[in-house]
C-alpha cells in the first residue's frame, strides 16, 4: 500500500537508498473515468489539491492517490545513492539476480489485479493493460531468463586456458518511463537490475501512480528479499530530468522512450556527456498479406493497430495486401474497426484511450486522401459513448486505402508512424508477376526507416522464405501468427534498427542492452584459489 495514514487514496513518497523521501508538494492523479465524465471538474480538482486548496479527504471519488514531487536535491540523493550501491550490487552472483526476475514474476503475479485497476486508474484499457502485464511475464520467464543468463555468462576450455565472456554492468541506469505505457516500462527498465547495474526511475509527473506501484510494490519487494543494498534501485517523480542525468558523474546509461526527432537529439547529447543512450523511439511496423493468406488470421491481427488509439509503437502501422485478396481484406477491417468502440477503461472489452493530437489525425488522414487515398472507414471525432461529436476525446478507427506501391511512399501515413487508430493498406499494381511482386515488397519493407517488426501472412513456404531470408530491416518478424504485437518467451520485447533505436539499436533484452562484454582468459596456475572465475556478470 502507499504511505501509513493516507486511505483510502494511495500515497507514495520519492524512494532513494531503501528510504521514503516525501515532500510539502504531491502529484494528484485523477481517475481516468473522472476526466471523460467531467474533464473541466476533474482538473479544477487536481489543480486545487496541488496548491493546497483542498483536503484530498474532500477530493471525492474521483481521486486515485497522489506522488511526492521530488525536488532538486532530492533527485541528486537518488543518483548518488544509486552509484554508492553499484559496486556490491555489480559484484552479486548472477544466480542470485536471476533468483530475483523469477521473484518479479512472482510479484507481479500476485498483485496483477490491483496493478491492473492502477493502470485502468490511470487511463490503460483493462484489456490493454492484461496484454502489458502478459509481456511482461514472457520477458521474465524462466525460458527468457535462461537464455539471458547464457548470454551473460559463458565459460570455455581452450589449449590449457580458461576461457570465460561475461558481460559487466555498465553501472548507474537512469529510466524515463514513457507517458503512453509508464508502468509496463517502469519494470522494462528496472530489468537492467537483473545484469547488475543500480537504477534510478523517474516517474512521469503526468502520470506517476503506477510507476511508483510498481517500484514500490513489485520490485523493492523482491529486491530486499534477495538482500539488495540500500540504493539499487530509487524512484522519483518529477519534471523532465535529463538535463541533471546528463551532467551527472554518477550516471553511465540513459534510457530514453519518445519521439524520434528528440529521440536522435538526445542520443547526440547523451555522447557528448559520455553517457550510453538506450533509445526506445518510434516504430512503423509493415504487415504483408499474401494472396494465399488465411484472412481470418490477418485481419484479427492487424486491427491490434487500433489498441490505445495506436498509441503504441509495435502495433502494425501499414499493411501491403496482395492485390487478388486486398478487397476482401479491406472488407474484413471495416468491419473488425466498426466494432471496435470507445469507452470507459474500466468497462470489459475497450480498446480505445483518448488521442490528444487530434488536428494531427485529421491532417495525416487528409495528406492520404489529397494523394490519392480512399477512406474506407472512420475519419470521424468521437465521444466517449461513440457518437460522433465536434469535441469528443477518440478518434474513430480509420482504415484508407491506398492504390499503387510505387507512390504509397509519399503518403505521410503510410512513411512515418502516426500514432493516431489510422490505418493505411497499400494495394500493388495489379498486373505485376507475383515473383516480381514478392522482391518489390521485400524492397518496400526494407526501405522503411523504422526498425521495429515487420509480419507476413502467406501459404506457400517459398514466399515466406523469400520474405524471411530478405527482410534485414527490423528487429522482430512475425510469420502466419495470431498476433503482430504478441511476445513470447526467448523473444525480446522491445529494440530495433534505424529510427526505433538510434545508430546503437538492436532488438535485444534490457539486462543486455545495459552491459558491456568482457573477456578473462586464464593460463594454468593463474585462475585463483578454486581454479576458475567466478560466475558473475
Not at 502520470?207 to 517500484?215: C, E
Not at 547526440?268 to 556527456?273: G, Q, R, S, T
Not at 484508407?400 to 494495394?427: H, N
Request: charged letters at 20%.
Amino acid at each position: 500500500m502507499g504511505a501509513p495514514g493516507t486511505p483510502p487514496y494511495r500515497s507514495y513518497p520519492s524512494y532513494v537508498a531503501g528510504r521514503d523521501v516525501d515532500s510539502e508538494r504531491h502529484i494528484y492523479v485523477m481517475t481516468a473515468r473522472s476526466v471523460l465524465e467531467n474533464d473541466l471538474a476533474a482538473i479544477r480538482r487536481k489543480r486545487m489539491l496541488e496548491l493546497g486548496e483542498l483536503d484530498p479527504a474532500d477530493a471525492g471519488p474521483g481521486l486515485a492517490g497522489r506522488c511526492a514531487l521530488a525536488g532538486p536535491e532530492t533527485v541528486q540523493q537518488a543518483l548518488a545513492a544509486a552509484a554508492a550501491a553499484a559496486p556490491q550490487w555489480a559484484r552479486t552472483p548472477l544466480d542470485l539476480r536471476l533468483r530475483l526476475g523469477e521473484l518479479i514474476r512472482k510479484r507481479l503475479s500476485d498483485v496483477r489485479t490491483e496493478f491492473v485497476d492502477i493502470m485502468v486508474a490511470e487511463g490503460r484499457p483493462r484489456t490493454v493493460s492484461e496484454w502489458e502485464i502478459d509481456g511482461l511475464m514472457h520477458t521474465l520467464s524462466p525460458e527468457t531468463l535462461g537464455w539471458c543468463a547464457e548470454l551473460l555468462h559463458r565459460e570455455f576450455s581452450y589449449a590449457g586456458r580458461h576461457l570465460t565472456m561475461r558481460r559487466r554492468p555498465d553501472g548507474v541506469v537512469c529510466v524515463a518511463p514513457p507517458q503512453n505505457a509508464p508502468h509496463s516500462n517502469t519494470i522494462y527498465g528496472a530489468f537492467a537490475l537483473l545484469s547488475g547495474n543500480t537504477v534510478v526511475i523517474r516517474a512521469p509527473r503526468s502520470i506517476p501512480l503506477g510507476s511508483m506501484y510498481a517500484v514500490r510494490e513489485i520490485i523493492a519487494p523482491a529486491l530486499d528479499e534477495v538482500g539488495a543494498p540500500a540504493g539499487t534501485l530509487n524512484a522519483v517523480c518529477g519534471p523532465p530530468m535529463m538535463e541533471e542525468w546528463l551532467g551527472s558523474e554518477h550516471v553511465d546509461d540513459i534510457i530514453y522512450f519518445g519521439g524520434t526527432e528528440k529521440g536522435m537529439a538526445f542520443q547526440n547529447d547523451c555522447v557528448a556527456a559520455g553517457k550510453k543512450p538506450i533509445l526506445e523511439l518510434a516504430g512503423n511496423d509493415c504487415a504483408v498479406v499474401w494472396r494465399d493468406a488465411d484472412l481470418d488470421m490477418a485481419a484479427g491481427a492487424l486491427v491490434e493497430a487500433f489498441n490505445s488509439s495506436g498509441q503504441i509503437c509495435n502495433v502494425p502501422n501499414r499493411v501491403i495486401a496482395h492485390p487478388a485478396i486486398a478487397d476482401e481484406l479491406i472488407e474484413r477491417l471495416a468491419v473488425a474497426a466498426a466494432g471496435i468502440r470507445p469507452g470507459y477503461p474500466d468497462e470489459e472489452g475497450v480498446m480505445l484511450t483518448p488521442v490528444l493530437a487530434m488536428d494531427g489525425f485529421f491532417s495525416v488522414t487528409a495528406d492520404a486522401l489529397r494523394k490519392g487515398g480512399r477512406l474506407v472507414c472512420g475519419g470521424r471525432r468521437l465521444d466517449v459513448d461513440g457518437s460522433v461529436s465536434d469535441t469528443g476525446f477518440f478518434a474513430e478507427p480509420t482504415v484508407v486505402r491506398i492504390d499503387g506501391l510505387a507512390g504509397a511512399g509519399e503518403v505521410d501515413a503510410v512513411r512515418e508512424e502516426t500514432f493516431f487508430p489510422l490505418l493505411p493498406v497499400v494495394v500493388p499494381e495489379p498486373d505485376v508477376p507475383d515473383d516480381r511482386l514478392l522482391e518489390d515488397v521485400i524492397t518496400f519493407v526494407n526501405s522503411n526507416a523504422y526498425g521495429l517488426r515487420n509480419s507476413l501472412w502467406a501459404a506457400d513456404e517459398r514466399v515466406v522464405g523469400r520474405f524471411v531470408d530478405g527482410v534485414v530491416n527490423g528487429g522482430m518478424l512475425k510469420v502466419n501468427d495470431t498476433s503482430h504485437c504478441g511476445f513470447f518467451p526467448y523473444m525480446p520485447s522491445h529494440g530495433g534498427t534505424g529510427l526505433t533505436g538510434g545508430v546503437f539499436g538492436e532488438a535485444t533484452y534490457m539486462m543486455i542492452r545495459t552491459t558491456h562484454l568482457q573477456g578473462v582468459s586464464a593460463g594454468p596456475g593463474r585462475r585463483g584459489g578454486d581454479g576458475a572465475p567466478g560466475r558473475e556478470a
